[in-house]
């Protein structure tokens, strides 16, 4: 798919490109000489706009450094990456900060919350420091989901870790942001509170439209996006639409058996 995207997204209800997010040729490496780690190795990637879209990998794969790096968080070593239609590979920094905050929700591995901050507070920060006022319903609806309404007044010291992460996934909803990235959003959370935030994950993208990321290791999780893609050794070497949590788990294993560098298509295991 070679989709021209020309119009910028504007967060609004405007003209809106079928892509989302996008990245050419995108490369990403840290470190130089004998410690050099190519974390993205020529990536090309299409996020689609209102779907819902899984990244899965073996650990150290790239998955993290890829979502940071289409959300701007991180620099990149070559390519482009596009958000809305808008090219943010060189842009400056003041710039890329309100793209950021304007446009781009993040839930982060670790959870990045503020530590004086109670847990409301950590929810509307970005609409705080952006002055916008929250939706109060869509807050308040936002809290309830993630089951958050006893704790608001919790610093995070005082949360327990899958409270945390409900907070951090409220922050990242709260100000319905153009395009949320989830690393591992449901990781410390036990299966029902998951299946909770997969189902609003995904009430939200089919209900609003929202464009949704997600990093999981977990294929019943990936079930619930649209598209699952799939990366090893900082390349994208599959995907799958409407993916079932079997036929996730399948394409794992097998990937699993892959031998890399060999020429055929399956690796010894027997
Ligand atoms: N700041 C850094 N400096 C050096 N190497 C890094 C840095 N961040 C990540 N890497 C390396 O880049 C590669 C990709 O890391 P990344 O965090 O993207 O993996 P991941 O797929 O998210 O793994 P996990 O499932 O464990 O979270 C790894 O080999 C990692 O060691
Ligand atoms: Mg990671």
């Not at 309100?98 to 507070?121: H, S």
């Not at 936002?142 to 945390?164: F, M, Y």
């Not at 439209?209 to 999780?221: E, L, R, S």
Request: proline content about 4%; glycine content about 10%.
């Amino acid at each position: 798919m070679t989709t021209a995207v020309t119009t910028p997204a504007t967060g609004g209800n405007g003209a809106r490109s079928a892509v989302a997010a996008s990245a050419r040729k995108l490369v990403k490496a840290y470190g130089s000489g004998e410690t050099r780690v190519v974390a993205l190795d020529h990536v090309d990637v299409e996020i689609a706009r209102g779907a819902f879209t899984a990244i899965m990998g073996p650990s150290g794969s790239g998955k993290s450094t890829l979502m940071h790096c289409l959300a701007g968080l991180d620099s990149v070593t070559e390519g482009e990456v596009r958000v809305g239609g808008q090219e943010i590979t060189r842009l400056k920094e003041k710039k890329l900060t309100r793209l950021r905050r304007d446009r781009i929700g993040f839930i982060f591995q670790a959870f990045n919350l503020l530590p004086t901050l109670d847990a409301l507070e950590n929810i509307t920060l970005p609409m705080d420091i952006a002055g916008r006022k929250p939706d109060k319903a869509w807050l308040e609806n936002v809290i309830a989901t993630v089951n958050l309404e006893g704790r608001l007044k919790h610093r995070p010291s005082e949360l327990s870790g899958g409270q945390q992460q409900r907070v951090a996934v409220a922050r990242a909803l709260a100000a319905r942001p153009e395009i949320i990235f989830a690393d591992e959003p449901t990781g410390n959370l036990d299966s029902r509170s998951g299946a909770e935030m997969l189902r609003f994950l995904r009430r939200s993208v089919d209900e609003l439209g929202q464009t949704i990321v997600m990093v999981t290791h977990d294929p019943v999780a990936a079930a619930y996006s649209d598209r699952v893609l799939y990366l090893a050794d900082g390349r994208i070497v599959d995907e799958m639409d409407s993916p079932t949590a079997e036929a996730v788990l399948d394409r794992m294993l097998r990937l699993a058996e892959d031998v890399p560098g060999a020429d055929g298509t399956h690796g010894s295991a027997s």
